[in-house]
């Protein structure tokens, strides 16, 4: 499987640190230092669906596909306003398409995982060419009174279209519960036979253990990966990591003795913008030319639950020539 398009979207709303500090008991200097994050899109006018559909317009002009070319929708997500029908549903609607679709919560590490479900899909034929979208908005899971949870997120959204051929080499994808370190509850319906006193609960985060976790389970995933495929740290010429925190991505970077530049980031424009980061930083790497041809690039993703997915791929570089990006 190869990625032959990608887009992205994000809210018009940029929210600074300093606005933050306007409303909560916090400051620009503890969320730079402590995170790196210096700014976040937030949605305010717009839904996070004209997101998704924006992205994947953009994902499906870089790719010369057309909707009708598109035989499956797979729409990384955890949560939106719709827990029925699915974000998937809503747009091939919007898209004009007809196609199976479903939505997959693969927390933060759910896109990378949606890759590796759709390599299965196009390696078994079931799918030849594939709508890869990951929509969130995870400023609406946390309790705006909470400074320890809230001034981390952004909201955006990134597609990738993808089809056969030479691209990903490896994934690795794990799970292991550690359910207690970060959730999010929301309520259901009462019944006259479930008694169990069901509340919405903003979510909840155990920063330093969730710090902990996803540093150990990185470097594992990169390390496996690695190995099996017979390279060093050296041989990648790119490390894109799930944005979740500057010194995370710097003590993996530590780990694996590898310099700076092979580490592209964005999250201090744009915060934790949950499973859509990586692919946000793909779309834009990718629009900026430094992607090239032939690179080895590795992804490393990591979320609640507690899941990680990573993949190693050869890149083919993509011609924009949708007025945005390299023509
Ligand atoms: O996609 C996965 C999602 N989550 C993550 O990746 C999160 C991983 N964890 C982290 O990124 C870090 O643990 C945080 C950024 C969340 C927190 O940084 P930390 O260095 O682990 O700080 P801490 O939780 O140990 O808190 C240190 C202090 C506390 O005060 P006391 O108890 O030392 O007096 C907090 O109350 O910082 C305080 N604090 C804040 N102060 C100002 C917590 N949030 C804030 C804030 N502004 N926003």
């Known amino acids: 499987m190869k990625i032959i398009g990608t887009g992205s979207a994000l809210p018009e709303k940029e929210v600074t640190n300093a606005m933050l500090a306007g409303f909560l008991e916090t400051s620009d200097e503890w969320i730079t230092t402590r995170t790196g994050i210096r700014t976040r899109r937030l949605l305010s006018h717009e839904t996070l669906r004209d997101l998704a559909l924006k992205a994947s317009l953009k994902a499906l002009a870089s790719s010369g596909l057309h909707p009708e070319d598109i035989d499956y929708l797979i729409c990384s997500n955890v949560a ?123 979510l909840v985060m155990e920063g330093r253990e969730v ?27 790119l490390y894109l990591l799930h944005q979740a925190n500057l010194r995370i991505i710097s003590c993996i970077r530590q780990h694996l003795e590898q310099p700076e530049e092979k580490f592209p980031t964005n999250i201090q424009k744009y915060g934790n913008t949950s499973s859509a980061s990586v692919g946000i930083l793909i779309d834009e790497l990718s629009r900026e030319g430094r992607l090239k041809d032939g690179m080895k690039l590795m992804l490393s993703t990591f979320g609640g639950g507690f899941v990680t997915a990573a993949a190693l791929l050869d890149w083919s570089a993509i011609k924009y020539s949708d007025g945005e990006g390299q023509a």
């Open 80 to 202: 939106n306003s719709y827990v029925s029908p699915s974000l998937g549903s809503i747009l091939i609607g919007k898209l004009g398409m007809q196609c199976p679709t479903f939505d997959m919560n693969g927390a933060c590490a759910g896109l990378v995982y949606c890759l590796d479900i759709a390599d299965a899909f196009i390696k078994t034929g079931k799918a030849h060419n594939i709508l890869l979208v990951a929509a969130e908005q995870p400023s609406r899971f946390a309790s705006w009174h909470d400074r320890s949870t809230c001034v981390l997120f952004g909201d955006g959204a990134a597609a990738m279209v993808l089809t056969e051929g030479e691209g990903f080499r490896d994934f690795r994808v794990t799970g292991e519960a550690h359910t207690d370190v970060m959730y999010y509850k929301r309520s259901l319906e009462p019944t006259p036979f479930d008694r169990v006193e069901e509340k919405t609960m903003p």
């Open 211 to 237: 710090f902990r976790i996803a540093v150990e389970s990185c470097i594992r995933d990169v390390d496996t990966l690695l190995e099996r495929n017979g390279l060093k740290g050296d041989d990648i010429d």
